[in-house]
């Protein structure tokens, strides 16, 4: 399928993604030349097991935590249990901020009082996305954290460096700097930090080991996997 549009195209081919412009052929995973540390894309995945693959080619997929979620290629995965989450390597998080992430969503539901997204931990020292804290808003923790009303219950969340980005657009106060990172395994929609679990649609997921500038930020979130 060809989605025209004043902008470049995207073509979907099974589950993977190409944004084409006038230098020809390039992944929407690459921006700028820098190419994401994994991407995940189970929207429009051929198969569940399809679904968990880390489409960059650098073999970072993601496993199933306790339970798989529920899987359809008409909106990628169906979290919405406790227990019910992924798992990807272990991320190479550094204490000057010099990660991105961003995660494509949708029909985001409180189901308890905080929710991790994507991410390892709020603590001090964490790097995750939460679409509601305490009813209060949407939070961002990349070292310290940042973030405020509304809930963000559909669309995309993410972090680059210091900066907090709702829908691609940077968002809130600046993120404070660091204690000690915490480093390892990041999940999706898990309860596996000790935090509540979410009910939540994914759609797409990405990692990059340097932080994107927030107009990189908006080409990415342009150029995701999203519903339509």
């Given amino acids: 399928m060809i989605v025209l549009s004043d902008g470049p195209a995207r073509h979907r081919l099974g589950w993977r993604w190409t944004r084409v412009g006038s230098g020809g052929a390039s992944p929407w995973y690459v921006v700028d030349g820098i190419e ?14 399809a679904s968990y693959a880390d489409i960059t080619g650098n ?22 249990d406790f227990g019910m989450y992924l798992l990807t ?27 991790v997204l994507f991410g390892n931990s709020t603590e001090n020292g964490g790097f ?18 940042t ?25 809130h106060t600046a993120i404070g700097t660091y204690g000690t990172p915490v480093g390892g395994q990041l999940a999706i929609g898990a309860d596996k930090w000790g935090e509540s679990a979410c009910i939540v649609k994914v759609q ?23 519903l339509s």
Wanted: charged content about 10%.
């Fill in 59 to 80: 073999g970072r997929d993601v496993t199933v935590g306790d339970t798989a979620p529920d899987f359809s290629a008409s909106y990628g995965w169906y979290i919405n």
């Fill in 128 to 145: 995750a996305v939460c679409p509601s804290f305490m009813g209060m808003g949407a939070s961002f923790y990349n070292g310290n954290s």
């Fill in 36 to 49: 994401a540390w994994a991407a995940y894309v189970p929207l429009d995945a051929a198969s569940q097991s």
């Fill in 89 to 115: 390597p272990s991320f190479p998080q550094q204490a000057d901020q010099s990660q991105t992430m961003m995660i494509q969503f949708s029909d985001f539901s409180e189901t308890d009082s905080f929710h």
């Fill in 204 to 226: 797409s997921a990405v990692l990059f080991d340097v932080a994107l500038t927030a107009t990189q930020m908006g080409t990415l979130e342009s150029n995701m996997p999203k």
């Fill in 147 to 171: 973030g405020g009303s509304p809930n963000h219950t559909s669309g995309s969340m993410g972090i680059a460096g210091n900066k907090a980005f709702r829908d691609g657009v940077e968002s």
